[in-house]
């Protein structure tokens, strides 16, 4: 399966991790994925928020720039760059004064490229994942963190509910490991308030992770870098206005499943994140005997 | 959709409904938009009020709050609100409007974060992030804000050194030339200003 690729720009830096856990767990699921040359941001927040327009041609230019490389689909890991290639793909489909202001804002034609975030393409390969997986991770309790744009709002909802989306937890009990059941999984954390607006992500990203804890959670899963970076980055802060601590791991779904996979924790990124994820990885038994280990294969 | 010039009268809503097709008169003021808005504790007017003053054409109100800016367009409310509203479409449209009409006043911090945001794409085409916590810091005068947090983010290789700059870098600004002058041209006409902000995203 090849597919073009739009990294976003987290995944080139505060979301390293989730660019190399995705890079180590392509191969053997037997994806190719080819980065879209000169791919440009997509705006986020900040663009929508103020200028519509701007909002839907930046991403505009990315679908663009696929379908002229040859891509049919585009695979966005992270959430606010999926959510803005699904609106910018959504406008220029239904609305054709949009589309007409869009092309002649980007100069090209837009083309007919879909988006699809990294929870559905590994909901897809979900038979792929349990079929590979060489570690059991049966003890292992997952949270299925899904916050706000892979599902919301419900017309670029890239899974299979709005309200009771089901394709993380798919994909976790593909790697052996347990899902467990929560409330908060579809809250918001905060999203681009991290540095303008701290006491909003530290109250609401507190919320989360303290029904995380109290459902007996080991581990948050996540599938945006910005959910990342507020859970994570952010705990240390949150756990000091919180009873007892905090200390929960917050990982990418890409890389729990690189683990399922045996690949070696180094490089999957998990030593990048501000909670250590040392306690959980070492509850992890090694690859089940007589099969090799594809640690060993990556170094 | 396209509603027709004489449908849509000089009211906010009427500016509403031409630019997004949504008609703030179909809320019935169920308040379940707001029942699950993440940020209704910390706002004076939550997503139904926003929807109420419009129907009231509390312009001047509306355009000068700042809770329209206190929203993270988490789409709770687009998502369960009965009857199709989408307020989280309409408040991102109520943040452009009064940007172009420069009646926007929001919150220092987060007009800096959008400004500093947008400036990056503009100077690279992507976002160079430690070069925006840097214009981040020095619009919003929050210099000392996550310093400590430096050096955990670069032990762990988690901030690119220098910015990448794309190939197609005069396309972005084109584009950005393009979608300032579309939102002035269509605030122009509606609202019959002499001279709005021709640089609405730039004043964020």
Redesign the interface.
């Known amino acids: 399966m090849k597919i073009g690729y739009f990294p976003g ?2 995944l ?5 991790e989730y660019a190399e856990s995705l890079g180590v767990i392509t191969g053997p699921l037997d994806v190719e994925i080819n980065e879209i040359d ?4 997509c ?13 839907v ?2 991403p505009a ?1 990315t679908l663009a720039l696929a379908a002229e490389q040859g891509h049919e689909q585009i695979l966005a890991p992270c959430a606010a760059c999926y959510s803005r290639l699904a609106a910018a793909r959504r406008a220029v489909d239904n ?1 054709p ?1 949009t589309g007409a ?1 869009v092309e ?4 090209r034609s837009v083309g007919t490229a879909r988006p699809i975030s990294l929870v559905r393409l590994l909901a897809e390969l979900a038979p792929k994942v349990r079929e590979k997986a060489k570690r059991p991770l049966e003890d292992i309790k997952v949270a299925c963190y899904y916050g ?2 892979l ?4 017309e670029l909802n890239d899974l299979d509910d ?2 009771a989306p089901t394709m993380m937890e798919t994909v976790v009990k593909a790697t052996g490991a347990k899902p467990v059941s929560w409330n908060r999984r579809l ?2 954390c ?4 991290s ?4 006491s ?1 992500v530290v109250r ?1 990203s507190r919320t989360i992770l303290e029904d995380a804890r109290g459902a007996g959670a080991d581990v948050l899963v996540v599938a945006c870098p910005m959910c990342h970076s507020n859970l994570d ?1 952010r705990q240390k802060a949150i756990a000091r206005r919180s009873e007892g601590g905090m200390d929960i791991p917050v990982i990418y779904l890409s890389q729990l499943v690189g683990l399922a996979l045996g690949q070696d924790h180094v490089a999957l990124g998990l ?4 909670v250590s994820t040392a306690s959980f990885i070492s509850r992890i038994p090694g690859p089940r005997e007589g099969e090799s280990a594809a640690a060993t294969e990556v170094g | ?2 509603i027709p010039e004489s449908a849509a009268p000089a009211t906010l809503a009427g500016e509403v409904r031409r ?1 997004t ?1 949504l008609n703030p008169a179909t809320c019935y003021q169920c308040g379940k938009c707001s029942a699950g808005c ?2 209704a504790v ?1 706002t004076s007017l939550r997503p139904h009020d926003v929807l109420r003053m419009l129907q009231f054409d509390d312009r001047e109100q509306l355009l000068s709050s700042e809770s329209i800016w ?1 929203c ?5 409310c ?2 369960r609100c009965p009857n199709s509203c ?1 307020p ?2 309409i408040i ?2 109520l ?2 409007t009064a ?1 172009n009409e420069g009646a926007a006043q929001p ?1 220092r ?2 007009r ?3 400004n500093a ?2 400036k ?2 503009q100077r690279s ?5 430690m070069g925006l ?1 840097m214009s ?1 810091k020095m619009r ?1 005068g ?1 210099l000392f ?2 310093v400590m ?1 430096a050096p ?2 670069l032990g ?5 050194l220098a910015p ?1 700059r ?3 870098l005069e ?2 600004r ?3 030339d ?3 002058r ?2 002035s041209d269509s605030t122009s006409t509606t609202t019959a200003q002499q001279n709005p902000g021709t640089e ?2 730039e004043n ?1």
């Open positions: 720009c987290s080139h830096a505060t979301a390293r000169d791919w440009a941001c705006g986020a927040t900040s663009a929508h928020a103020t200028n519509h327009l701007l909002g041609a930046l230019r609305d004064a202001a002649k804002a980007i100069g706000c744009l599902v919301r709002p419900p709005v309200e809250d918001c905060g999203g681009g308030f540095l303008s607006r701290t909003s609401l980055f030593g990048r994140h501000f | 959709m396209s630019k097709g993440p940020m910390e206190l993270l367009t988490c789409e709770t687009t998502a989408d989280a479409r991102d449209c943040r452009e940007l919150p911090n987060i800096a974060f959008h945001f947008l990056q794409i085409g992507r976002l160079f992030e916590i981040y919003s929050a804000a996550d947090a955990g983010m762990r290789g988690k901030l690119a990448s794309i190939q197609g396309e972005i084109r584009i950005f393009a979608c300032t579309h939102e609405g995203a964020a």
